[in-house]
């Protein structure tokens, strides 16, 4: 009886060894990896009227994100101190845009511009007098750039504006990017840029979204062309751009509705495009010019208000995003 029993343990002992050597292998504990937050980079142009100034603030805070806005600097002074500024071959006192309105519009500027900066917005750099400089030498970029700096640290002396205390620190550690008048650039650009203290360029124009590659120690960011309107057709991604695409340039306020939600579309299609494929960060351009009575700041709101607001999205300034990019660049060299 007893070696029944042994017959039987022996038996089921086998079963058991036959049945863990046909069992499934056990899972990989490996997780995949995550895919990367999708960026976006809102940016704005020459950045002059005040209330487009606190519209675009009041969006920023509301949706989470951060812009960059590139400054002219003729903006920053008066009629009675527009002298102070004379662009490349350019008589004193001109621009293709005129100057700041008033010496209290210029104060109120400057307020908006430290405001920004303090809530973490990039304050970056659109030349000064929106002169096209594709001819210009290098000689003529790197005198521009110095009207920039020049003007743009001295603006509350040189209009006798009472000076804030963190006025200095703040101009002194901005500008560290620029875009082109017009998207015009040559040769000469690129190597006054780095030269001149830039980190970035956001003047080019890519076929779809793309990662900005860093050269000479400037990173080129460029505006895509995306689809856009019943035929997708490929536009920059730009509001101007638009403008000229919807209205021939011309103002038509009483298609206003319909040019906001074909700028919308375009956006948001653009935009899923990435989030749902390689994620490469997405560029978008806007001035504080109202074109089409609105339509394409009226179609940003929507958007920004609907994407920056997911967890997995970023909504940031040209300036974060090099700054990532450097950090981790650095951070890969220390690590090998």
């Known amino acids: 009886m007893l070696r029944s029993y042994r017959v039987l343990a022996f038996s089921l002992a086998s079963l058991a060894s036959a049945s863990a050597a046909f069992a499934d292998p056990p899972k990989s504990s490996s997780v995949p990896p995550a895919r990367p937050r999708q960026v976006v980079l809102i940016s704005f142009d020459a950045a002059r009227e005040i209330s487009q100034w606190e519209r675009s603030r009041a969006l920023a805070r509301r949706a989470g994100a951060h812009f960059t806005y590139f400054v002219s600097c003729v903006f920053l002074l008066s009629p009675e101190t527009r002298?102070?500024?004379?662009?490349?071959?350019?008589?004193?006192?001109?621009?293709?845009?005129?100057?700041?309105?008033?010496?209290?519009?210029?104060?109120?500027?400057?307020?908006?511009?430290?405001?920004?900066?303090?809530?973490?917005?990039?304050?970056?750099?659109?030349a000064c007098g929106h002169f096209d400089g594709k001819d210009w030498s290098?000689?003529?970029?790197?005198?521009?750039?110095?009207?920039?700096?020049?003007?743009?640290?001295?603006?509350?002396a040189i209009n006798g504006i009472p000076e804030p205390a963190d006025w200095h620190d703040l101009a002194h550690h901005a500008l560290v990017g620029f875009r082109a008048p017009y998207l015009s650039t040559d040769k000469a650009l690129y190597e006054a840029l780095p030269e001149s203290g830039f980190l970035y360029d956001a003047s080019g124009v890519s076929n779809g979204p793309a990662l900005p590659p860093t050269r000479n120690g400037v990173t080129r960011f460029a505006l895509p062309l995306i689809p856009e309107g019943p035929k997708a057709k490929p536009v920059v991604a730009?509001?101007?751009?638009?403008?000229?695409?919807?209205?021939?340039?011309?103002?038509?306020?009483?298609?206003?509705?319909?040019?906001t939600e074909r700028a919308y579309q375009a956006f948001r299609a653009a935009f899923e495009s990435q989030y749902n494929g390689k994620r490469l960060p997405l560029e978008i351009g806007f001035h504080f010019t109202l074109m089409n009575d609105?339509?394409?700041?009226?179609?940003?709101?929507?958007?920004?208000?609907?994407?920056?607001?997911?967890?997995?999205?970023?909504?940031?300034?040209?300036?974060?995003?090099?700054?990532?990019?450097?950090a981790g660049e650095r951070q890969a060299t220390v690590g090998g």
């Open 83 to 126: 002298q102070d500024y004379a662009g490349p071959g350019k008589a004193a006192g001109k621009s293709n845009v005129g100057f700041g309105a008033s010496k209290q519009d210029v104060a109120e500027r400057l307020e908006q511009i430290r405001l920004a900066a303090a809530e973490g917005h990039d304050i970056g750099s659109h």
């Open 138 to 156: 290098k000689a003529d970029w790197l005198a521009e750039f110095s009207s920039v700096r020049r003007i743009f640290e001295n603006a509350y």
């Open 238 to 259: 730009m509001d101007y751009n638009l403008y000229v695409r919807h209205s021939s340039g011309t103002e038509q306020p009483a298609m206003a509705d319909a040019f």
């Open 294 to 326: 609105g339509a394409y700041w009226n179609a940003l709101e929507r958007f920004a208000g609907e994407v920056c607001v997911k967890a997995d999205v970023e909504c940031i300034s040209f300036r974060d995003y090099v700054e990532r990019q450097r």
